[in-house]
T-cell receptor, first 113, second 116 residues
């Protein structure tokens, strides 16, 4: 079965640079979530989209923005990167009309130097 | 506000032992969902089980079973006859769709080490 696809899998950036992470949800899933997991931490919710509209917002810094496109893929844009942004970024997708569980992509490991 | 507590930081067992991972949650909603996810050393988050707040029936699925008790706000997860491949961090999570908070609130995780 198709899973959530995230790209790139690894990304190394310097401080103050920008980064764009991409997420392709499971086909027919209408909701995308972004989570950030720091080293040794639990995943923290950043932002979600339902049918291309922002549906909920968590602890997403103002330096970050995201959107969902007409093909349901989503992008997380991160600017003015800081050392503390180094983390594993997960995208998850679900269907609001079907199963409620979220299926996670493999994650993008961002390292800021 | 919702909260998930996993008091066990790390558990170490020997292969074939049974192990129970504890999870206690807080929510003001009457409708909510509870989940267990597994994060092996490779890093991905794997969905294991889901339980709805209106269904307290406990089930067994292969070597996995869970005990959901609303009276104590607990959602414990048991692995029977543990195997080395079960070594991972296990997260309990909560979502509250009725209040618009479908995003998952995770516990801090329990690291399970299964020794051969």
């Amino acid at each position: 079965a198709a899973g959530v696809i995230q790209s790139p899998r690894h990304l190394i950036k310097e401080k103050r640079e920008t980064a764009t992470l991409k997420c392709y949800p499971i086909p027919r899933h209408d909701t995308v979530y972004w989570y950030q997991q720091g080293p040794g931490q639990d995943p923290q919710f950043l932002i979600s989209f339902y049918e291309k509209m922002q549906s909920d917002k968590g602890s997403i810094p103002d330096r970050f923005s995201a959107q969902q496109f007409s093909d349901y893929h989503s992008e997380l844009n991160m600017s003015s990167l800081e050392l503390g942004d180094s983390a594993l970024y997960f995208c998850a997708s679900s269907s609001q009309t079907g199963e409620v569980e979220q299926y996670f992509g493999p994650g993008t490991r961002l390292t800021v130097t | 506000a919702q909260k998930v507590t996993q008091a066990q930081t790390e558990i170490s067992v020997v292969e074939k032992e049974d192990v129970t991972l504890d999870c206690v949650y807080e929510t003001r909603d009457t409708t909510y969902y509870l989940f267990w996810y597994k994060q092996p050393p490779s890093g991905e988050l794997v969905f294991l089980i889901r339980r709805n707040s209106f269904d307290e029936q406990n089930e067994i699925s292969g070597r996995y079973s869970w005990n959901f008790q609303k009276s104590t706000s607990s959602f414990n997860f048991t692995i029977t006859a543990s195997q080395v491949v079960d070594s991972a961090v296990y997260f309990c999570a909560l979502s509250e769709p009725d209040t618009g908070r479908r995003a998952l609130t995770f516990g801090s995780g329990t690291r399970l080490q299964v020794q051969p």
